[in-house]
């Protein structure tokens, strides 16, 4: 099986434009779920998504918002970019079911904003 | 809310030694745990886990220690090889939850 895909690899905005990351998860995969990861702050938890709807949110203003679409790929915006913004965007999907907690992560999308 | 941290950002060892990366949780509701290993430029790839009704697992040259009584998992790994060398990250989930709160991590760096 192919492995979790984030398009597009790299980023570069500047202040106040906005940006949408797209993800594909493992074929069969029913979750994904989005993390920002910086230097400072680690992993943080943006949000979880699971049949179309956003089950889970993480403490993130509502300038980032996401979707999933019938075939389980996702995407997620930001809108109004700040320089705080810059970081890794990491999606990672699961299976659905009870014992699939583990994440499988993608490559990341690396966004810097200027 | 509760966050899981790690005691040491930076760990360096010889190529053959064994390595020891711990981690230290708050949540005592969290029942499952996880380590990654996150090499340069890749997202974070799923080491070995284990639930709390355990005190000890083992995989291929990785080895997760439980301790629920002080809150604390550590990972081992024997024979530690420069392919080692990446951050590794602990993660909670508490029960009931599939969301798991992850630590600073440790960046382990294996000379040869």
């Known amino acids: 099986k192919a492995g979790v895909t984030q398009t597009p690899r790299y980023l570069i905005k500047t202040r106040g434009q906005q940006v949408t990351l797209s993800c594909s998860p493992i074929?069969?995969?029913?979750?994904v779920s989005w993390y920002q990861q910086t230097p400072g702050q680690g992993l943080q938890f943006l949000f979880e998504y699971f049949s179309e709807t956003q089950r889970n949110k993480g403490n993130f203003p509502g300038r980032f918002s996401g979707r999933q679409f019938s075939n389980s790929r996702s995407e997620m915006n930001v809108s109004t970019l700040e320089l705080g913004d810059s970081a890794l965007y990491l999606c990672a999907s699961r299976p659905e079911g009870r014992g699939e907690e583990k994440l499988f992560f993608g490559s990341g999308t690396q966004l810097s904003v200027l | 809310g509760e966050s899981v941290g790690l005691h040491l950002p930076t760990l360096s060892v010889q190529e053959g030694d064994n390595s020891i990366i711990n981690c230290a949780y708050s949540n005592s509701a969290s029942d499952y745990f996880i380590w990654y290993k996150q090499e340069s430029g890749k997202g974070p790839q799923f080491i070995i886990d284990?639930?709390?009704?355990?005190d000890k697992r083992q995989g291929q040259r990785v080895t997760v220690l439980l301790n629920k009584t002080v809150k604390h998992l550590s990972l081992q790994i024997a024979a530690t090889q420069p392919g080692d060398s990446a951050v590794y990250f602990c993660?909670?989930?508490?029960?009931?939850?599939?969301?798991?709160?992850f630590g600073r991590g440790t960046s382990l760096i294996v000379h040869p």
């Open positions: 284990i639930r709390s009704n355990m």
């Open positions: 074929s069969g995969h029913r979750s």
């Open positions: 993660a909670e989930i508490p029960g009931g939850s599939y969301i798991p709160t």
